[in-house]
């Protein structure tokens, strides 16, 4: 039984009748770094003690060494990785976060979140939110971390992420609308909504391809009912109210040859419907699939969505 294959997700990963995982492909970590990369300086802290729970904070450079700070607008972001693969302490993700950083201006805070299958959802969206509030203890300047007292302007509050972590990043600003905290905008990054009919006449998505990602929802949520119609899931096709998204401006982008394209652009169409009262932009780019500014960073696609990214964090 041991060695029995449930699911195989290479070279991803394969998860065993048993319930283990065995994550395939190498996720190199890289510790956080007070020599400016890009002009930008990140150093970790805990959030959760009780579930070692950690995030890493990225700031610029010459922040560190003004004497007297300048406010900068704040980011809290999620990675992506279908709620199974990826951390914020990734290759991957910290260059990203470095030339976002670089780019605007700003504080960022890269969340680490508890992973399924050992952590089945909904624990990613408990982690994320306890994440949210651990940066909000700072509002006041009293918080457990000097570069978010002295740095993060409060009154300029983002929340962003890619594939899993759009997703998460929508539910934390549907959550941050009920609980009344203040957040400017949301960017949602080639978000990870699904559902088991296509939303749309142009998703045109084969039959092995619906029922792969409903697969790897099954794996990520096992206790949902109604598979990827569970609301945490079916954001654009269900009838989840998104009115009360607790923001005033949405930069959605997405990627012409990405499956969940008409997702994304669905949830535009939802948004701009349900008596929302915001802006909502978007951008799409032509010829690239799903968080290819990930895979291929110097790529001069890539670069743009760094800089309309960087533009939405700036944008007052």
């Known amino acids: 039984m041991d060695s029995e294959i449930a699911f195989d997700y290479s070279p991803r990963f394969r998860i065993y009748k048993n319930g283990r995982i065995e994550r395939l492909s190498t996720e190199t ?21 009780e579930k070692n729970l950690s995030l890493r904070i990225y700031l610029p450079q010459k922040s560190v060494e003004e004497e007297k700070k300048t406010k900068l607008p704040l980011l809290v972001y999620f990675h992506g990785g279908g709620f199974i693969m990826e951390s914020a302490f990734s290759l991957a993700y910290n260059a990203f976060l470095t030339s976002a ?21 909904p624990i990613a969206y408990e982690d994320s939110w306890e994440a949210i509030k651990w940066v909000f203890t700072h509002v006041n300047g009293s918080g457990p971390e000097d570069w978010v007292n002295e740095n993060a302007d409060f009154g300029r509050v983002f ?10 990043a929508h539910h934390m600003g549907i959550r941050a609308g009920t609980e009344k905290l203040r957040v400017s905008g949301i960017a949602l990054l080639h978000p990870y909504f699904w559902s088991k009919a296509p939303i749309d006449e142009k998703e ?10 409903e697969r790897l929802w099954e794996i990520a ?18 009838g989840s109210d ?22 994304g652009l669905g949830y535009v169409v939802k948004l701009d419907k349900s008596g929302w009262v915001g802006r909502v932009e978007v951008m799409e780019t032509k010829d690239e699939s799903h968080v290819f500014h990930l895979r291929n ?20």
Not at 34 to 42: F, K
Not at 101 to 117: E, F, K, L, N, T
Not at 159 to 168: F, K, L, R
């Open 101 to 121: 950083v670089s780019s605007a201006g700003c504080i960022a805070v890269s969340v680490d979140y508890r992973r399924a299958p050992e952590h089945p959802i």
């Open 29 to 49: 970590i890289v510790p956080p770094s007070l020599n400016p990369q890009n002009g930008v300086v990140s150093k970790d802290a805990v959030y959760s003690p």
């Open 204 to 213: 045109k998505t084969e039959v092995s391809a619906r029922r792969y990602y």
């Open 221 to 238: 949520s096992p206790n949902s009912e109604n598979g990827v119609d569970d609301p945490w899931i079916n954001v654009v096709g269900s």
């Open 159 to 168: 929340i962003a992420g890619d594939s899993a972590g759009a997703n998460i």
């Open 242 to 263: 998104i009115s009360g998204l607790g923001c005033g401006r949405v930069l959605v982008m997405v990627a012409e040859k990405d499956l969940f394209v008409r997702q």
């Open 297 to 316: 960073p110097d790529s001069d696609n890539a670069r743009q969505v760094v800089q309309r990214f960087a533009e939405f964090l700036k944008d007052e």
